[in-house]
Structure formats: C-alpha cells, structure tokens
C-alpha cells in the first residue's frame, strides 16, 4: 500500500530514492520517517571519531576526511555536515550559546532552539534556523570525551520533500559507537 501523497510529491521522493510504503514501516535496511515512509538506508561508521550514522541510500558520501564528512542527495539539493573538531574544553552549553549569538548577530531567524539526547542518553541540542535570504538550516550539537560534534543540515529546494522527517530521522540514528 503506498502513502497519501499528491503523485508530484511521490515522483520527488522516487528521485530522491525513497520509496512510500505506507502502513509497512520499520523494514530491515530501511528507516522510517514519521510512520509515513521508509527509505532504503545504510549505516556510515566513522572509526576515527567513533560514531555511526544511518543515512539513505541514494545520498553521496565523502569521507576523505573523518573530521568532516558530506553526505548529499542530488535529486533533491539536500546534504549533511558531520564535523568533528575539538571542544576545546567549552561546554556543550557554551558551544550551544556560540553558535546561537552567531546566528542572531548574522539576522538569521531562530526557529528551534531545544535541549534533546541522542538515543543513547548523550545530551544533544538542536538549532533550525532561517537566513536572511530564506534558505533553511538546522543543526545537532552533541559532544564526547574532548570531541565537539556538529550535524549541520541543508535543507532541499523542493519544498514537495518531507525535508524535516528526513532531518529528524536522520539525525536521530546519530550514535557513538
């Protein structure tokens, strides 16, 4: 059975190497958006930094450097940043209150701006933010041992694409091995 969704938005997400299932979720090598849809995933294990990351199929990765890994979809102008650098000794409250006085002082818009914890418990923060010029970011800092983690998020030109369950999806499956 496949999802409710206008045939346009269905042709977008077949672009973009989702697959609309409807009432089937939780499939093995799938994730789930929302219950709405479940798109063919695989898992990105960064062994230098010490974390995974379930991400669709169809994206793009460039891990050439574990320090700051791409991953992009084409089909539907999407990509994540996960940059690890050194905390430097700041918190993630302080790291949080950096980038927050930046987005503000640039006149970007806040749009979320809320404490969270990564499935495993870690303590994680997000910021979803809109620029001066309207295109929209989010971001998930997260941070272990003296290793600062940013999931920095662009999100797609095609407003037909559920951009906020990938994020949230994506996102989530974040773990520290």
Do not use: K
Not at 10 to 35: E, K, M, Q, S
Not at 68 to 96: C, I, K, P, Q, Y
């Amino acid at each position: 059975m496949e999802a409710d969704f206008p045939v346009a938005r269905r042709d977008v997400l077949r672009a973009a190497g989702v697959a609309a299932v409807g009432t089937l979720v939780g499939l093995a090598g799938c994730i789930d958006l929302d219950g709405l849809l479940s798109i063919p995933a695989v898992t990105f294990v960064n062994d230098t930094y010490g974390y995974s990351l379930r991400y669709p199929e169809a994206w793009t990765v460039d891990g050439a450097d574990p320090a700051t890994v791409v991953f992009a979809s084409e089909a539907v102008d999407t990509s994540l940043v996960v940059n690890a650098s050194a905390a430097d000794g700041s918190s993630l409250a302080g790291r949080v209150a950096v980038a927050r006085e930046s987005l503000v002082t640039g006149g970007s818009r806040l749009l979320t701006d809320e404490a969270t914890s990564l499935a495993s418990g870690q303590a994680a923060h997000v910021l979803d933010w809109e620029s001066e010029t309207g295109e929209q970011y989010a971001a998930l800092l997260t941070g272990r041992d003296e290793v600062s983690f940013l999931l920095w998020y662009v999100r797609g030109s095609d407003p037909s694409l559920d951009d906020e369950a990938v994020w949230r999806t994506v996102s989530r499956s974040f773990a520290f091995s």
